[in-house]
Structure formats: structure tokens, C-alpha cells
């Protein structure tokens, strides 16, 4: 079964960090695109970060960049996202989600087909 | 950053019903959208991307349309597990933006 499983979550003072986790299991990892997005708490969903499936290209939100880093590690199927600098305002539920990348006439799609259950992120002092 | 307006924000209808849901774009993306399904305390389900291609396994039913900023979602007989939130999401360009949803309530 083709699954995502974020961990990592939890309390962090303003101005902490915290990196949070995404494992993959049952499809190949390094040929995809994955993404993380977050959900603030009664809030909508917002697109955070992504990162190919080589890790040579990332892509942020402008209020995460310069604070927040998207990385993986292939070997292990993860992806990671560290967080500095963390305010209230990050406080979210962090989901990832693979990228299925459809392809059609030279154009690349978005697909984000397969999601985590996420992962709880509370900045409070 | 491209701007998405979704309409409207919520929407009650009953079983049966044909619902309509708009997304509008602050500039032409072609059709490059996606539409997502979230219920309570879940993780979003893909539906539709590229404006109108249904991914495997959502039932026909739903039906994905539109191209340059203006697109809908349409759900042509409502099912009991269709009541949730709906959100569009565009992939013109960096940053990807959500619409703000559309909370579908039974009426």
C-alpha cells in the first residue's frame, strides 16, 4: 500500500525550531515530487514548500523562506522540514502529500495524490 | 502571488442535489488547477487536476471545468459522503495558492 506518515510535531516556544518528518512506504520515493502543507487550527489549507524528486529544486512560500528548509533523504524514503524562527502564525497542522506530476502537451501538472495524516505543530510560549 | 477566490464560502444542499462551486483566479493560469476534498479531521482527496481530469477512483460525478481564471467544480448528485470542503488550488506558478473553501453542509 502506497502510504505517508508524518511524525514529528509538537510544542515549540516563538523563535524555537523544530523539524518535522514525512516516510514514505510502498511506491518509489526518489521519482516523485512531494509537498508539504499545513492547515492552521479552524483554518484553511496553504501550500508550504516542495522539493524534487533528486532534491535539486525547492520551492517556498514567501513567508516560510529563509526560515523554513525542505530537504530528503532517498534512502531512507523521508522528506524533512526544518523550521527556525517559528512564530504563532506557524502554528498548523503539517501534512505531506506526493506530487503525481501529470504530464501533457510539454506541461506539468500538479497532482498531490497521495496525503499523511498530518502532524501537529503548536508555537506558544 | 496569485489569488484565488472561491465561491461561494459555504453551501447547503440536500442529497440528490447538483451543486455548482466557483474558483476564480487573480490572472490567467491556463488550466492549471486542482480541486481537493477535505472532510473533518482528515487529510485532503485529490478530485480533479489539470482543470478536468478526474483522478482514479472519484466517481463520475464530479466534473471539473474551466480554463484561463475562471473554473468550477460541479457535483451532479449528491451523496451523503459529499458533504465536506472543497478547495481549488492552482499550479501556474511559485508560491501555490489555495482557495479560502467551500464548506458543502446538508441542507
Known amino acids: 500500500e502506497e502510504q505517508l506518515v508524518e511524525s514529528g510535531g509538537g510544542l515549540v516556544q516563538p523563535g524555537g525550531s523544530l523539524t518535522v518528518s514525512c516516510t514514505a512506504s510502498?511506491?518509489?520515493?526518489?521519482?516523485?515530487?512531494m509537498v508539504w502543507v499545513r492547515q492552521a487550527p479552524g483554518k484553511g489549507l496553504e501550500w508550504v514548500a516542495n522539493?524534487?524528486?533528486?532534491?535539486?529544486?525547492?520551492n517556498y512560500l514567501d513567508s516560510v523562506e529563509g526560515r523554513f528548509t525542505i530537504f530528503r533523504d532517498n534512502a531512507k524514503k523521508s522528506m524533512y522540514l526544518q523550521m527556525n524562527s517559528l512564530r504563532a502564525e506557524d502554528t498548523a497542522v503539517y501534512f505531506c502529500?506526493?506530487?503525481?506530476?501529470?504530464?501533457?502537451?510539454?506541461?506539468?501538472?500538479?497532482?498531490?495524490?497521495?496525503w499523511g495524516p498530518g502532524t501537529t505543530v503548536t508555537v506558544s510560549s | 502571488a496569485i489569488q484565488m477566490t472561491q465561491s461561494p464560502s459555504s453551501l447547503s444542499a440536500s442529497v440528490g442535489d447538483r451543486v455548482t462551486i466557483t474558483c476564480r483566479a487573480s490572472?490567467?493560469?491556463?488550466?492549471?488547477l486542482a480541486w481537493y476534498q477535505q472532510e473533518p479531521g482528515k487529510a485532503p482527496r485529490l478530485l480533479i487536476y489539470?482543470?478536468?481530469r478526474l483522478h482514479t477512483g472519484v466517481p463520475s460525478r464530479f466534473r471539473g471545468s474551466g480554463s484561463g481564471t475562471d473554473f468550477t467544480l460541479t457535483i451532479s448528485s449528491l451523496q451523503p459522503e459529499d458533504f465536506a470542503t472543497y478547495y481549488c488550488?492552482?499550479?501556474?506558478?511559485?508560491?501555490?495558492?489555495f482557495g479560502q473553501g467551500t464548506r458543502l453542509d446538508i441542507k
Open positions: 502529500a506526493r506530487d503525481l506530476t501529470y504530464v501533457s502537451d510539454t506541461y506539468y501538472y500538479d497532482a498531490f495524490d497521495i
Open positions: 510502498g511506491f518509489t520515493f526518489n521519482s516523485y515530487w
Open positions: 522539493i524534487k524528486g533528486d532534491g535539486s529544486k525547492k
Open positions: 490572472q490567467a493560469i491556463r488550466n492549471e
Open positions: 489539470a482543470a478536468s
Open positions: 488550488l492552482h499550479d501556474s506558478n511559485y508560491p501555490r495558492t
